[in-house]
C-alpha cells in the first residue's frame, strides 16, 4: 500500500506541506492558513471537527460547501459570500469526510476546547440547507 495520494502519484519531491495548499485559481479569502488548523474525522462516527486557534466570529457562518472535484471547501456565509477554508481536503481524512454531514469548529488551546459551533456540510451539487 502506497502512502502517496492516488490522486497525485507524480514525483517523490513533493512535499507534505503541498497536500495543505489552496487549491489553484481560488480568489477568496481564505478563513484560515493551512498552520492554523486541523481537520479531524473519527472513522466510526464520522463526527468531524476543524480544531484551531484564532478567534473566528461563529455567527456569520451558514454553512460548509465540499467540492469533491477540487478538493476545497467553501465556507458560505449567511450574506451568501463565500470563504476559502484555506486547505485542500487531505486524502487520508477524504473518505470520511465526504460522509460527514456537519462539521464542528472549535477554537482550542492547549489543546482544550475554548468555544466552537456545529454547521452542516453539504457536497457541490446538491441543495443548500435553508439559511434563517
Not at 4 to 33: I, V, W, Y
Request: net charge neutral.
Amino acid at each position: 500500500m502506497s502512502d502517496q495520494d492516488p490522486d497525485k502519484r507524480t514525483s517523490s519531491t513533493s512535499s507534505m506541506k503541498d497536500a495543505f495548499k489552496p487549491g489553484k485559481g481560488h480568489n477568496k479569502p481564505a478563513l484560515f492558513k493551512s498552520d492554523e488548523m486541523d481537520i479531524y474525522c473519527n472513522k466510526v462516527t464520522l463526527e468531524t471537527f476543524i480544531f484551531h486557534g484564532k478567534e473566528v466570529d461563529y455567527d456569520p457562518i451558514a454553512y460548509l460547501e465540499y467540492d469533491p472535484a477540487e478538493k476545497t471547501v467553501d465556507v458560505v456565509m449567511k450574506d451568501n459570500t463565500r470563504m476559502d477554508l484555506g486547505v485542500q481536503i487531505q486524502w487520508l481524512v477524504r473518505p470520511y469526510f465526504t460522509k460527514a454531514k456537519e462539521v464542528s469548529i472549535v477554537r482550542t488551546k492547549d489543546r482544550n476546547p475554548i468555544d466552537g459551533t456545529v454547521v452542516p456540510l453539504i457536497h457541490k451539487g446538491k441543495p443548500a440547507p435553508s439559511i434563517n
